[in-house]
């Protein structure tokens, strides 16, 4: 018996519907103590999968009502449902007050308010989806561009599952194997069994290190690659953000020093994510409120994976630009020679003055690219070289996988300790039992990522995490 839970399921603010969702084992009772059909039929004798329209009532007697609301309901019986319970879900009009009061009725009439994640917890508690898809739920809500989104719904759909459960199948034949070396030795040679689990891990292990490595690439999938973009004032910084923003965000003027503080924004560029940060031109300054965007601006640049520097090609360089060059060592920098547009064939600055600026504090990547933010020449070569250095030119959303949770990534590295382990017993020709315990340790590992032999205490904080009604 499951206590039957309620939510509001849409977003509180005045919109054409919001939806008030009902799971349990009582939830079409408590739809018939709030919901009226014209006809006066129970939704308790309706098939399962059907829509109905009525009113939300508040009742004082058998036949005295008070109309709240005229809704549509959806019939959902278990376990064809979200959650595999019974589920009712009632389109209401979407004002905030209104939906309050439904929700308030349901509770009257006997559903308790759902915590944060309660209905994605149940769908995984009754099985019908594991842990690393109820996750994907989540990123798939919170998904701010289509890779982010691809992803997600490659992982709700199985993909992530599918490979773990791969893994841990061929982990498992091997410790069943090795049982079998255990319990019968003289039908197995144990140098077989060596020579085949030595092939086997380092299988496994490079399945698992992929996995591991393309964590960087998922976190920037979702996130955003996070960008900084830097530049003295006036050489053209909010003119740069502005075009790839394709609008009048910042503050464009002639007048050195108007970005005062920083400025953040999500840009997808041909599929790539950026999470973009202008800064106030890093400089010398005595102006307070230049300070403190100066020193946003620092702050921003040591979490930086990408810099944008931004300079102006039609006048040559200046010790403020000469400045900024040691605050990029070890960054992925791409340094763009802004107005092109007004000394294309003889820029001021050119390649080789950039590249010399930055002999004694060299960034991991460094690119230099001519460019106008007046006529976006560059662009198409800005975005080519972004994908190059973090994506190796390409992004595959729809066949790989990317780990995109610290939780699962921390799981695929226990579990790749584990392997080591099992590789360092064949080494040292320990005995059998020694690669069993670590190949089981790795079992577990992964089974974590999918939800098996996870605590519920685990289990209670994935779910914490989401929102309410989801
Ligand atoms: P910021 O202080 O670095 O943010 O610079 P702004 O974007 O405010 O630009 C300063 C001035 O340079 C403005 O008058 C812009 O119109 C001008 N500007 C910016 N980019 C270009 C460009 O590519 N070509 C030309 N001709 N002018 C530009």
Do not use: W
């Not at 308010?113 to 690393?132: V, W, Y």
């Not at 996995?211 to 973009?229: A, E, H, R, V, W």
Request: glycine share 6%; hydrophobic share 40%; net charge negative.
């Amino acid at each position: 018996m499951s206590e039957t839970i309620v939510a509001i399921a849409t977003a509180l603010s005045p919109s054409g519907i919001g939806i008030i969702r009902i799971s349990g084992d009582d939830a079409v009772k408590i739809a018939d103590t709030v919901f009226e059909k014209p006809n006066h039929e129970k939704l308790s004798d309706q098939p399962t999968h059907t829509i109905h329209y009525g009113h939300i009532v508040e009742r004082n007697g058998e036949n005295d009502y008070k109309i709240i609301d005229e809704v549509m309901v959806l019939l959902m019986r278990s376990p064809h449902s979200f959650t595999k319970e019974d589920v009712v879900e009632i389109d209401c009009h979407g004002g905030v007050y209104l939906l309050k009061r439904v929700l308030m009725l349901a509770v009257k009439a006997g559903a308790r308010l759902a915590e944060p994640g309660e209905f994605t917890k149940r769908a995984f508690l009754n099985g019908r989806i594991d842990l690393s898809e109820a996750e994907a739920v989540m990123d798939l809500i919170s998904s701010g561009n289509e890779n982010a989104r691809k992803n997600s719904i490659g992982q709700l759909s199985g993909r992530l599952s599918c490979k773990i459960k791969e893994l841990r199948e061929k982990i498992l034949y091997e410790i069943a194997f090795i049982e079998a070396v255990i319990d019968d030795p003289e039908h197995y040679d144990s140098m077989d069994i060596k020579l085949r689990l030595s092939g086997i891990t380092e299988e496994i292990s490079d399945s698992l290190t992929h996995l591991k490595n393309s964590f960087d690439n998922g976190k920037m999938m979702m996130n955003g690659i996070q960008t900084t973009i830097v530049g003295k004032p006036n050489v053209g910084k909010s003119s740069f953000l502005n075009l790839l923003l394709g609008e009048e965000r910042a503050i464009v003027t002639s007048v050195a020093g108007t970005t005062r503080d920083t400025l953040e924004e999500n840009i997808s560029l041909d599929g790539v994510s950026l999470h973009l940060i202008d800064t106030a031109g890093i400089h010398e300054t005595t102006d307070v409120v230049e300070l403190i965007g100066v020193k946003k601006a620092k702050e921003s640049l040591e979490k930086a994976e990408l810099v944008i520097f931004v300079l102006d090609s039609s006048d040559s360089l200046s010790e403020e630009d000469k400045y900024l060059a040691p605050l990029l060592k070890g960054k992925n920098v791409i340094a763009i020679l802004n107005k092109s547009d007004l000394n294309s064939d003889t820029p001021v600055v050119k390649e080789e003055d950039i590249v010399r600026i930055f002999e004694n504090n060299p960034p991991v990547h460094l690119k230099v690219l001519p460019f106008s933010a007046k006529t976006a020449e560059g662009l198409s070569e800005l975005t080519g070289y972004i994908k190059e250095i973090f994506f190796e030119g390409k992004i595959n959303t729809d066949e790989e996988i990317y780990l995109t949770s610290l939780r699962h990534k921390n799981m695929v590295e226990e579990a790749i300790l584990a392997i080591e382990k099992v590789k360092d017993s064949l080494q040292n020709d320990m005995p059998e039992d020694f690669y069993s315990i670590d190949l089981m340790q790795a079992y577990a590992s992964l089974g974590a990522i999918i939800g098996e032999e996870v605590d519920d205490d685990l289990v209670d904080e994935i779910f914490s995490k989401f929102c309410m009604g989801k």
